[in-house]
């Protein structure tokens, strides 16, 4: 027996791999789907790629790669009898298979015993051969026909070493995360020995900008000098302009805290000389140089006697939200399967949960699951479709929430009737692949901290839009125009622009409360508490009504730095903003977080009476009205520092260029020439930036032909389009940028001509397209070939626009759904704790007319939705009908 074996293996030996250091073995989950080692059909494990796979998908693999031997594992879980001394595991070997795989199932591991077992499978033909019966294929060593070209004992060897490896390899995610949390943070080597200079820097609670341009996200501190600069582009499109690194080559001020990461437990610090984020033990003292005073945020946290800090409302606010002391019916079946909580990954479940109960995303990833899986890469857990159609599966297809069968419930009963509950509410899915994959390189979301679901949800829409090019894009339901008013006060002209949003922040004015009084009455009650050291009176939390949000939402505001063109000089401006036009599905943001003047982090205490049915149609966009008169369309011209128009023959001749970068990418074998090219064309901005201009140009002639600069004599592009004559900045904008403007609709050639009329900047560049509608030629329609028109996109935009369009061309812009601004309430997010770095997420979805309340793997008939304390709302628009 052990002979015929022997033979089955002997054509396959070739593509049996031993893991290799690196290497991940997927043996706790499918590639495409969630089933385990514990479902019923077990687990195979490609013996050469050392993907996971499910009984319903390894012939899927096999067909496509032409990979025959996988390891099938199963695990039995049985519950041990009443009494038993402990259950015996039956073989050393098959005890290991699971070692380091994550049980999909909460119960106490002392009531229950696990029988594993492994074999190795053969396909096509499903030939088996147990574990065990690979020690006794030496026998076939003597065979001088099959084994005339391998030593003795090579294969007995091969064959055991890499099952051994494979039983005994930590699962891929299990390997992953403590190395990301543990390993790759250190301390830094400037932590304790930092140079801080005296020159009187006082960083302000809010208000931050760049020093170099007019970013106010992505914000960093350097903590030598205290000068404030924006950060590179992250690979989804976050980010600012590089300025925080270009500060650094400038003075080597090693180490920048990022602004909107400090809370009283610490703070993101970056090393630009290490070039990697780091820990500094000394955080507080490097902050409170600069009047960020970490450590009276630390002592108010122990004491207690901060208002914020008191228990008392956060412990209501989780028992209101979670629906704590009501008997909650347990719901199964499709659409109502819950998400496991990996460790502070409930931001994530609920924005999940939404998007997938949303038609739009269930066609896109759902409808499309076979064409999916059948196009997927050899590797489909780096596929960003794949993961998102096997999550979508797994939340609608109701084949991981079943209801536990009579007998089982009965059985319960009569053994421990306090166990019935959680003993069978759902096990709920496990996201690891998707969340791996989509916060790859992302310094918040990769880590195990508890993260912010409001801009987990913006990260998701941007990740849509960029694995969206040519096909269907579910996120185009979201999307929607805002038309910007700015007035110049002196001047009394105006412009209009238009920005493309995806989600409408309403502010949350506290001095609308309905219930000041009691406010004011309490306030006063704390203070006094707090002058006689006696505990702080029981909190009121603060009644907003929801018109009151969106009238502070119309007000005019004041802008910051505004440059009129009228005047050709700074100047003050009022904004004001209306829809342009209404999306599909409105994605409303409370503004509940603040910082207070202390820099202590604070979430505002309050309720809104958020509306069932909402009707925007109001605040619908109307243009230039009659009697208006515009402002000139001119830019404010950009200034060159002295030292770059004096050397600016000198860095022609020799440009400054990132070797290891250039090296880094030359390592993934792409041609050195091209890497040079493309570090330079990304200015700088790191080898992630610059992999993705690879990708972009790597089918153009010239790509691996050596870089080609213009020379002073070159006549280079007309100035013509650049206002007060300035010359323009580098040629070539980062191809991050563009592709950007690219996924929301823009032609390809307007995006780079806007963005070298902005230098780079992207909100510029976005007002800059609308302010200056596309001539006719040739490579723009070219560009437009590629994009779907859409009969309802871009309703109501450029209207104050003096070009007439053709009845037979759209105007160029990003797609958009327009209609109706009537909605109705589906959905919301609560969020419970005193900051969105810490604490718990829950949703409520509204589905088959019940509200139904998702808290992780739990899913719930809700019996009272707390609406009025939701964080992020969504609604749908009704038909006009």
């Known amino acids: 027996m052990a002979a015929d074996l022997g033979e089955l293996l002997v054509p ?33 494990v490609c013996m050469n790629t050392f993907l996971g796979f499910g009984r319903e998908h390894v012939e899927r693999h096999y067909r496509k790669t032409g990979q025959s031997v996988y390891m ?36 106490n591991g002392e009531d229950y015993e696990y029988e594993d077992e492994a074999k190795l499978v053969i396909f096509p033909d499903h030939f088996e051969i147990p574990l065990p019966n690979i020690e006794e294929l030496p026998a076939l060593v003597s065979d001088p026909v099959l084994f005339m070209c391998m030593p003795v004992g090579e294969m007995h060897s091969v064959v055991t070493i890499a099952c051994d490896a494979v039983l005994n390899a930590s699962s891929a995610y299990k390997k992953q995360e403590p190395e990301s949390w543990d390993e790759e943070i250190q301390v830094s080597r400037h932590a304790r020995s930092l140079r801080q200079l005296d020159n009187g820097v006082r960083i302000p609670p809010s208000g931050w900008k760049c020093q170099k341009c007019e970013m106010r996200e992505n914000l960093w501190l350097n903590l030598t000098d205290g000068a404030v600069f924006c950060g590179k582009w992250f690979f989804d499109g976050s980010g600012g302009n590089g300025h925080a690194l270009e500060h650094y080559r400038e003075t080597n001020y090693p180490l920048a805290v990022k602004l909107d990461t400090i809370t009283p437990d610490g703070a993101d610090v970056y090393s630009f000389e290490e070039e990697e984020a780091v820990l500094d033990p000394h955080i507080s003292e490097h902050l ?7 450590l009276q945020m630390q002592k108010r946290t122990e004491n207690g006697h901060h208002t914020d800090n008191n228990p008392r409302p956060r412990v209501s606010e989780w028992e209101v939200i979670q629906e704590s002391g009501m008997k909650l019916k347990a719901v199964y079946g499709s659409g109502y399967t819950g998400i496991k909580n990996l460790g502070n990954s409930c931001y994530l479940s609920t924005v999940m949960q939404v998007l997938f109960s949303i038609p739009d995303f269930q066609r896109m990833y759902v409808g499309n699951l076979q064409r999916i899986f059948d196009y997927s890469p050899l590797d489909p857990t780096q596929d960003f479709a794949t993961q998102m159609a096997k999550l979508g599966h797994g939340l609608l297809s109701g084949q991981y929430s079943k209801p536990p069968m009579k007998s ?80 110049c006060c002196q001047s009394r002209r ?15 004015p506290i001095e609308a409360a309905t219930n000041r009084e009691e406010l004011l009455a309490y306030d006063a009650k704390r203070k006094e508490a707090e002058d006689n050291m006696r505990a702080p009176p029981e909190p009121v939390r603060a009644r907003i009504p929801f018109t009151a949000c969106l009238q502070a939402f119309t007000e005019p505001e004041n802008v910051p730095d505004f440059w ?19 999306p599909e599905y409105l994605i409303l943001q409370i503004k509940k977080f603040t910082f207070g003047v202390d820099w202590v982090p604070k979430k505002l205490d309050l309720a809104i009476d958020v509306p069932d049915f909402l009707d925007l149609s109001r605040l619908r966009a109307a243009g230039l009205q ?30 400054e260029i990132d070797e290891a970068a250039v090296m880094q990418l030359a390592e993934m074998g792409f041609p050195l020439e091209a890497c040079r090219k493309a570090v330079y064309y990304t200015g700088n901005m790191g080898p992630e930036m610059a992999f993705n201009w690879i990708i972009a140009h790597m089918e153009e002639p010239d790509f691996a032909e050596p870089l080609a600069l213009p020379t002073m004599m070159d006549p280079g592009p007309s100035t013509s389009d650049s206002p007060m004559g300035a010359t323009p900045l580098d040629n070539s904008p980062p191809e991050e940028s563009v592709s950007i403007l690219t996924s929301m609709g823009f032609p390809r050639n307007h995006g780079i001509r806007a963005l070298k009329a902005t230098n780079n900047n992207l909100e510029r560049a976005l007002d800059w397209i609308f302010s200056h509608p596309e001539e006719e030629d040739s490579d723009a329609l070219s560009d437009m070939a590629d994009t779907e028109p859409n009969d309802n996109a871009f309703s109501n935009a450029n209207s104050h626009s003096d070009s007439t369009l053709s009845p037979d061309r759209d105007a160029p812009g990003p797609r958009v759904k327009d209609g109706p601004g009537r909605y109705e309430l589906f959905a919301f997010i609560s969020h419970m704790g005193a900051s969105t770095m810490s604490g718990h997420y829950v949703c409520h979805i509204k589905k088959e007319g019940r509200w139904v309340i998702y808290n992780d793997h739990k899913v719930c008939l809700s019996e009272r939705p707390p609406k009025d304390l939701g964080y992020i709302y969504f609604y749908h628009r009704l038909s006009s009908s």
């Open 408 to 487: 089982e419930l009965i059985e319960q009963v009569m053994k421990e009737e306090h166990k019935v509950l959680n003993g069978h509410l759902q096990k709920g899915i496990s996201p690891r692949m998707l969340k791996a994959l989509v916060s790859r390189g992302h310094p918040e979301f990769s880590s195990n901290r508890q993260q912010d679901s409001h801009e987990f949800l913006l990260h998701m829409i941007n990740q849509v839009e960029r694995n969206s090019a040519g096909s269907e894009n579910p996120s185009d339901a979201f999307r929607f125009l805002v038309e910007e008013r700015i007035q």
């Open 494 to 508: 105006v412009r209009y622009t238009q920005r493309v949003d995806y989600c409408i922040q309403l502010p949350a």
């Open 288 to 294: 409170s140089h600069f009047g960020i005073d970490m």
């Open 564 to 582: 009129s063109s009228a005047l050709q000089a700074k100047s003050a401006g009022v904004k004001t903003s209306k829809f342009a036009s209404f």
């Open 12 to 44: 396959f030996m070739p593509t049996i791999r031993v893991p290799r250091t690196g290497d991940r073995v997927f043996k706790s989950e499918c590639a495409f789907s969630f089933d385990s080692p514990e479902s019923e059909g077990g687990l195979y």
């Open 626 to 655: 009659a009697g208006e008169e515009e402002l000139p369309d001119l830019m404010p011209p950009i200034v060159l520092p002295e030292d770059t128009r004096d050397n600016s023959m000198s860095s022609s001749d020799s440009p």
């Open 72 to 107: 099938h594992l199963k695990r039995h879980v049985k519950e041990k009898a009443t009494g038993a001394a402990g259950g015996a595991i039956p073989r050393r070997r098959n005890g290991k298979v699971f070692l380091d795989l994550e049980l999909n199932r909460d119960f």
